[in-house]
């Protein structure tokens, strides 16, 4: 899809610092409001739905936003208090009466992965999975031009490499994201991925996330692996070991079918694009 | 969907042994002619024919075959030779031309899962995903009434269990078929699974089970997990520890949306009741 395609359509990100607001010009450019998140949620979707009137004065299609969870998406509910905002069970349909046309609302992670699939790193490419490396591990499947959820939503961040690994915060061990999250890595080897400078360690992370990539090659089989988030800033220091283990773990695919592994291109834009994205297409389920 | 609904559809399990032809009467019962899989496709091809024709001679709507792979499901080929088949390189859409009819293929681990799915175990639900325990260790997917595939298939059966563990069949090392399939038992404990009794053993087994059903929970997040195979012959003594160890595990989704794990319903028939589900509602992809 163009970007100009897009026009009318607008996307808000909800960070718990900053609210993007979104939507591409008649000429494809990215056209974006920011403001800092709003304490009262009433006080936010109206800030909302004046950047979204101001962005688009002819008359807004649909909006899509992706919002820190925990999410129940089908009702565009925010369950309970999220640990990176201030409210406590909002309900983001209000935004349909504030705007009067269709809301479509998901967890960010999903949000930013459906941005890089269909205008980023995966852009023309039918089938992606793929993990935002942050604080925790975020992970996403787009399919077919859609976020891909399941019964409640997909959670590989939480696959076990490990049954007698390390203990993950949700409980489990030995969890990818107990391997090779920001966290899991201050904890582990006692210094944060923008200082740890040792090749060795770094190894060892990208061994963990090479076969976590490679479980989702498996389980997915998409035309390409997405990877996102804060920890790509360290570059070749984990991608060149990453790609290394993968291409030495996966072999159960030939290989011109085994699916390269890309580095998101939209950068801190990919919560916002997504959200356009997904005032657009909208839930498949 | 209701048995009566697949009248006029034809499945056929192709096995290395046996090829079976069936229906649903009108009444909703399974009608099934069976008959040893000739050497030769043309014959093959022709016996297919004469059976179906028997089974409907009102007129075939449409025709569904799960076969051994390597199977190209999209163009209906079988790729080069199958381990369990005596052709090389056919192509099953002669069966079109013979009949007039479309003709849908795909691998059997699918279509029995499919079968399983939509009309055994997984009745009702929307998101199944399974494992067939034999020889090796198929995967299945089925997502609101339909196979998934992703570009080529998926493969879990190779999803990576332990970097570090026994070589696979595959290549890999540490797969899950490494671990639980009849060929690893044997390699593993020097004894076939059907005369295995030692139940220390079987914790083993089913512990690596155990994260593989793990793993597919958090990247399908599917209503319920299916095991199939020759190896759910041995009941208790598999699936007391593969449950226990299960529950153990599996901790990122509330109690009530955890995937039950489930044993097939369909035994030996789950081929053919899948091809004749496949004949109706075909690929989405």
Redesign the interface.
């Known amino acids: 899809m163009r970007r100009e395609e897009f026009n009318g359509f607008v996307g808000v990100d909800i960070g718990g610092q900053t609210t993007r607001v979104g939507t591409f010009d008649r000429r494809g450019q990215l056209q974006v409001i920011h403001f800092p998140t709003e304490k009262n949620f009433v006080t936010e979707c109206n800030h909302i739905v004046e950047a979204a009137r101001q962005l688009v004065p002819q008359g807004i299609k649909r909006l899509g936003v992706g919002s820190p969870g925990p999410l129940n998406w089908r009702k565009k509910l925010l369950i309970g208090k999220s640990p990176n905002l201030p409210w406590v069970d909002v309900d983001f349909a209000q935004l349909e009466k504030l705007l009067g046309c269709t809301v479509w609302v998901d967890n960010d992670a999903n949000v930013a992965g459906l941005g890089e699939a269909i205008l980023g790193a995966g852009k023309g490419k ?2 992606i999975a793929g993990f935002t490396l942050g604080t925790g591990i975020g992970h996403f499947q787009i ?2 031009g859609h976020i891909y ?8 961040g ?3 490499l ?2 007698a690994g390390p203990v993950c915060g ?4 030995g ?1 990818l994201e107990a391997f090779a999250s920001a966290v899991a890595i201050q904890k582990l080897y006692g210094v944060a991925p923008h200082e740890l400078n040792d090749p060795k360690t770094w190894e060892q992370i990208a ?1 963990r996330l ?2 976590g990539l ?3 090659a ?6 390409a692996l997405i990877l996102t988030g804060g920890m790509l800033a360290r570059g070749e220091m984990l991608l060149e070991p990453l790609r290394r283990f993968y291409e030495q ?5 030939p290989p011109r ?1 085994r ?1 390269p592994i890309l580095v998101g291109e939209l950068g801190d834009k990919a919560g916002v694009v997504g959200a356009i994205v997904l005032a657009k297409v909208g839930h498949a ?1």
Chains 1, 2 share one sequence.
């Not at 959820?149 to 590989?156: K, S």
């Not at 773990?249 to 695919?253: A, E, F, P, Q």
């Open positions: 039918r089938f399919k077919n959820h399941g019964r409640l939503d997909v959670e590989a939480h696959q076990i490990d049954p949700c409980g489990q061990r969890c061994f090479a076969q490679v479980n989702a498996v389980f997915v089989c998409p035309d773990m996966l072999k159960v695919y079918y699916p389920e």
